[in-house]
């Protein structure tokens, strides 16, 4: 049975690797099958380049393999972020939720006019996250170690060794694998460091819905989001309401925003139809129904 898990994981990896647009499929098959050995020997822990910033990695995870064998986690979606970071210039403001150990936060803090927040719950990966941002003596970036919800609260979150797919539960036992984490609304954020994000990233496992939830009071302030599983119907009614368009999806070597996924999908972004059409008609990107 593990063996089985393991080989699919591996298939999966090479899957990856072969349809991202940026990578040499050989190059980085190699360099995945060096990563296999690195876990098997425990060989941590490592420091790893990501687009022009380090990363440092303390155990085997699935961001970590892919930022090792790609260069870069979500290729095209990281790099959409950050140009459309300088283009704002000092009113870029950018909301990681689900930061893990640091690949969006990183890569969007290189905009040196940027002011990033952070959210990630998990210690471990929080402690990771953290040691990144000084690694990297990033100063924009405001660290948050608490969980995002539709509400102020305490909620259950797993704590297993693969810190990539922590999540909250709701079952109310608490184990080894369980902890206690407190967490706040995004509107209650906005409003204790007076601040209004330009760009929402969200990626939770399966939390997304009660992000969303917990954010109507400055959702409308906000141009653009990237959210995990929001091909999913009610994140995508929910956030039509509002007046987003999408799910839609960037392709950097086209530099279109198209209606089409990338050949390794990436997560489905919404925009403000004000704001495409701006950056549309600049040129920085084509947009495309």
Same mark, same amino acid.
């Given at each position: 049975?593990?063996?089985?898990?393991?080989?699919?994981?591996i298939?999966?990896?090479?899957?990856?690797i072969?349809?991202?647009?940026?990578?040499?499929?050989?190059?980085?098959?190699?360099?995945?099958?060096s990563?296999?050995?690195?876990?098997?020997?425990?060989?941590?822990?490592?420091?790893?380049?990501?687009?022009?910033?380090?990363?440092?990695?303390y155990?085997?995870?699935?961001?970590?393999?892919?930022?090792?064998?790609?260069?870069?986690?979500d290729?095209?979606?990281?790099?959409?972020?950050?140009l459309?970071?300088?283009?704002?210039?000092q009113?870029?403001?950018?909301?990681?939720?689900?930061?893990?150990?640091?690949?969006?936060?990183?890569?969007?803090?290189?905009?040196?006019?940027?002011?990033?927040?952070?959210?990630?719950?998990g210690?471990t990966?929080?402690? #990771?996250?953290k040691?990144?941002?000084? /690694? %990297? *003596?990033?100063?924009?970036?405001?660290?948050?170690n608490?969980?995002?919800? +539709?509400k102020?609260?305490?909620?259950?979150?797993?704590?297993?060794?693969?810190?990539?797919?922590?999540?909250?539960?709701?079952n109310?036992?608490?184990?080894?694998?369980?902890?206690y984490?407190k967490?706040?609304t995004?509107?209650?954020?906005?409003?204790?460091?007076d601040?209004?994000?330009?760009?929402?990233?969200?990626?939770?496992?399966?939390?997304?819905?009660?992000?969303?939830?917990?954010?109507?009071?400055?959702?409308?302030?906000?141009?653009?989001?990237?959210?995990?599983?929001?091909?999913?119907?009610q994140?995508?009614?929910?956030?039509?309401?509002?007046?987003? #368009?999408?799910?839609?999806?960037?392709? /950097? %070597? *086209?530099?279109?925003?198209?209606?089409?996924?990338?050949?390794?999908?990436? +997560?489905?972004?919404?925009?403000?139809?004000?704001f495409?059409k701006?950056?549309?008609?600049?040129?920085?990107?084509k947009?495309?129904?």
């Amino acid at each position: 049975m593990i063996k089985s898990i393991a080989f699919r994981q591996i298939i999966n990896s090479l899957n990856q690797i072969h349809c991202a647009e940026h990578v040499d499929t050989m190059t980085g098959a190699l360099r995945h099958i060096s990563w296999m050995f690195r876990r098997m020997f425990n060989k941590f822990p490592v420091e790893l380049k990501i687009s022009n910033s380090k990363i440092k990695v303390y155990h085997s995870s699935g961001v970590a393999a892919l930022v090792n064998c790609m260069g870069i986690y979500d290729y095209n979606n990281i790099n959409l972020i950050k140009l459309l970071l300088k283009e704002l210039g000092q009113s870029g403001v950018f909301f990681d939720v689900g930061s893990n150990i640091g690949s969006y936060t990183l890569v969007a803090s290189e905009v040196a006019t940027a002011k990033v927040f952070s959210f990630e719950p998990g210690t471990t990966a929080f402690s #990771e996250l953290k040691r990144n941002i000084e /690694l %990297n *003596k990033r100063s924009n970036v405001k660290l948050l170690n608490f969980a995002v919800s +539709d509400k102020e609260s305490v909620l259950i979150l797993t704590n297993g060794k693969e810190i990539s797919t922590n999540k909250v539960v709701n079952n109310p036992e608490i184990t080894q694998k369980n902890v206690y984490v407190k967490s706040k609304t995004l509107d209650q954020v906005c409003r204790e460091y007076d601040v209004q994000p330009n760009i929402v990233k969200i990626d939770v496992e399966g939390h997304e819905l009660k992000v969303l939830e917990g954010y109507y009071e400055f959702i409308e302030d906000t141009d653009m989001l990237l959210i995990e599983e929001g091909q999913n119907t009610q994140i995508c009614q929910w956030l039509l309401s509002f007046g987003f #368009e999408g799910p839609y999806y960037f392709h /950097l %070597n *086209k530099s279109a925003i198209l209606s089409t996924t990338q050949k390794r999908p990436e +997560d489905p972004i919404f925009f403000r139809p004000d704001f495409l059409k701006k950056y549309d008609k600049k040129g920085v990107i084509k947009f495309k129904r």
